[in-house]
């Protein structure tokens, strides 16, 4: 997942992703990771929808995961993450949001509900492209010989 943003869509003021992923393309290893990302939180078929057929864009903080997001916006915050937003005085509130809209794709209203409660699955904290490293590490793993392997 190669994921760039090319401009805003001027209609929702979202940023506009350029989605390649960097798993080979074979339709077995993009089930395989659809699959794998279920063990993160992930529906299956929304996965399968939005990563193989391309129903729904991506956004950027979902290829980066909040974590990153959070850690590029505040790379000096040492605290837990799920504690940030309350960190932040109603103005800091306001700019951080804004990057979360202007910079992630995120809609205002989730954005302020979801850090609030820090409501987020497995997947949506460390990102989709992170995931997708880890998967392919996985799949490498899989292919190379095992030592002490019966011949």
Not at 12 to 26: E, F, G, Q, T, V
Not at 106 to 133: D, H, I, K, V
Not at 135 to 145: C, D, H, M, S
Request: with cysteine.
């Amino acid at each position: 997942m190669n994921g760039q943003v090319k401009e805003k869509d001027e209609k929702n003021a979202k940023p506009i992703l350029s989605y390649r992923s960097a798993l080979p393309a074979d339709r077995k290893i993009h089930f395989g990771f659809c699959e794998f990302l279920k063990g993160y939180g992930a529906s299956f078929y929304t996965m399968r929808d939005r990563i193989i057929y391309g129903t729904s864009p991506i956004d950027v903080w979902e290829l980066r995961g909040v974590d990153g997001m959070l850690r590029d916006y505040a790379p000096d915050y040492n605290g837990l993450l799920c504690e940030y937003f309350d960190t932040l005085s109603p103005e800091e509130r306001g700019r951080f949001v804004n990057y979360m809209i202007e910079t992630g794709g995120m809609g205002r209203t989730s954005c302020y509900a979801r850090f609030r409660t820090f409501n987020f699955a497995p997947w949506e904290m460390r990102g989709l492209l992170a995931l997708e490293q880890l998967y392919l590490e996985r799949l490498k793993g899989e292919a190379e010989p095992q030592e002490n392997a019966p011949a």
